[in-house]
């Protein structure tokens, strides 16, 4: 299983910073897992952003909810990643996943290898 994150590395601050998630190895759409958003700014924890499940159901960390959107697209075996009104705060390295349990993924489940965001103008 192959996860590969995708989208700009650079977004002016206010904007939707967007990314898309393609997995390949498994299906998004017939897998029990939770197809999985997470981040890490420099010097800080690793931060679980939100997750897509087999139903097309999202959950969200309630601190980010109100900016978050994850969606899928079942054909291409992808999922996105949007969050709005970005600040230099949402400055960090983004991963998608697939984990085994809501709101966490081990070293054990997989990922891709991660993305630079820098949010500045």
């Known amino acids: 299983v192959q996860l590969q994150e995708s989208g700009p590395g650079l977004v002016e601050p206010s904007q939707t910073l967007s990314l898309t998630c393609t997995v390949s190895g498994m299906s998004i759409t017939s897998d029990s897992g939770y197809w999985s958003w997470l981040r890490q700014s420099q010097g800080k924890d690793l931060e679980w952003m939100g997750a897509i499940e087999q139903s097309g159901a999202t959950y969200y960390k309630p601190a980010l909810k109100s900016r978050t959107s994850i969606s899928r697209d079942a054909s291409n075996n992808q999922f996105t990643l949007q969050l709005s009104a970005v600040t230099p705060e949402d400055t960090a390295k983004y991963y998608c996943?697939?984990?085994?349990?809501?709101?966490?993924?081990?070293?054990?489940?997989?990922w891709g290898q991660g993305t630079q965001v820098t949010v500045s103008s």
């Open positions: 996943a697939r984990g085994r349990t809501l709101g966490y993924v081990g070293p054990t489940d997989y």
